[in-house]
């Protein structure tokens, strides 16, 4: 794993055709990063125009703690939005469609505070997706989920809880569908 320990602290739109991450790893223009110290790329990472990865080491004086893993052979498609306050993972050999979101946080949401929501203490939650997974385009992964090994994730699909292993899943909230049948060989309705 490599640090992108040379890019400045803020970065917004970068003037070259792409940076190189790790080994065989590429990340292409135009993009935003912000603290690129707490992003780690493993080889032979894809990531298309238009990313925004952003991780947040302080939100209102609340300290958080950011840190972005991509495992080896990740691809990502165009327009793909990354919030970090906690740790997100993601394994190895995972296809990410484009439009997707995956954070670790979300606003407070407090009616009774005085203080509007959008400056109300983040709620963080650690994200994780398991090796050769397949994130459809447009889905949202929301913080405090574990996906599980070779699952898919349908198109439009918002992940709220977590997802076992060898699973499909869709809906908003997305929920199993499918799971995967070792001794039948084949996708099974759930």
């Known amino acids: 794993m490599r640090i992108l320990s040379n890019l400045k602290q803020r970065v917004k739109y970068l003037k070259f055709k792409a940076l ?12 935003i990063v912000s603290n690129p110290e707490h992003i780690f790329l493993e080889n032979n990472v894809r990531i298309k125009e238009g990313a925004r990865i952003e991780c947040y080491k302080e939100f ?5 703690s950011p840190k972005l893993v991509i495992g080896k ?8 939005s990354c919030l970090v306050t906690d740790e ?15 954070t670790s946080e979300n606003h407070g949401i407090n009616p009774e505070s005085e203080i509007p929501y959008y400056e109300q203490e983040l709620i963080n939650g650690k994200v994780s997706i398991g090796s050769g997974c397949w994130v459809g385009e447009r889905v949202i992964i929301l913080p405090d989920v574990s996906i599980g090994k070779k699952c898919i994730i349908a198109a439009g699909s918002i992940v709220t809880k977590s997802v076992p292993d060898y699973s499909m899943v869709a809906g908003v909230p997305a929920r199993v569908i499918k799971q995967y049948n070792f001794e039948e060989h084949k996708w099974i309705k759930v």
């Open 20 to 31: 190189l991450l790790g080994k065989r790893s590429k990340i292409i223009k135009p993009l």
């Open 60 to 64: 209102f004086n609340q300290k958080l």
């Open 73 to 80: 052979k990740v691809i990502i498609g165009y327009n793909f």
């Open 88 to 102: 997100i993972t993601i394994g190895e050999n995972t296809i990410i469609a484009s439009n997707v979101l995956i």
